[in-house]
Nanobody, 125 residues
């Protein structure tokens, strides 16, 4: 199975930036579409963005598309989420997830098979 480990979260002031990383085990990383989700306590996990197996296609939630950038480095088995102009409402636990590249449900958490444990992002005013 695929193991995913997120890192890079922390406490940041509003307007700052963070770059989250998700490291995947194994050498089948390129077979998967990688997604990012976030979740606040008491709320459902929501889609942030995703990137295709070859990095040529990205998907973003409307709420973040102007500030978030997803990239991947298949040689390093790593996907990244760069967050710019952070807002307090970006505060959440951020999760990376993997789904097989042929899966059509890009934006649904239920369609992702493998998940990391998450990394906390806290944005202060």
């Amino acid at each position: 199975q695929v193991e995913l480990v997120e890192s890079g979260g922390g406490l940041v002031q509003a307007g700052g930036s963070l770059r989250l990383s998700c490291a995947a085990s194994g050498r089948t990383f390129s077979n998967y579409r990688m997604g990012w989700f976030r979740q606040d306590p008491g709320k459902e996990r929501v889609f942030v963005g995703a990137i295709s197996w070859n990095g040529r296609t990205t998907y973003y939630a409307d709420s973040v598309k102007d500030r978030f950038t997803i990239s991947r480095d298949n040689a390093k088995n790593t996907v990244y989420l760069e967050i710019n102009s952070l807002k307090p409402e970006d505060t959440a636990v951020y999760y990376c997830a993997a789904q097989y590249s042929l899966e059509s449900r890009t934006r649904l958490a239920e369609a992702y098979e493998y998940w990391g444990r998450g990394t906390q992002v806290t944005v202060s005013s």
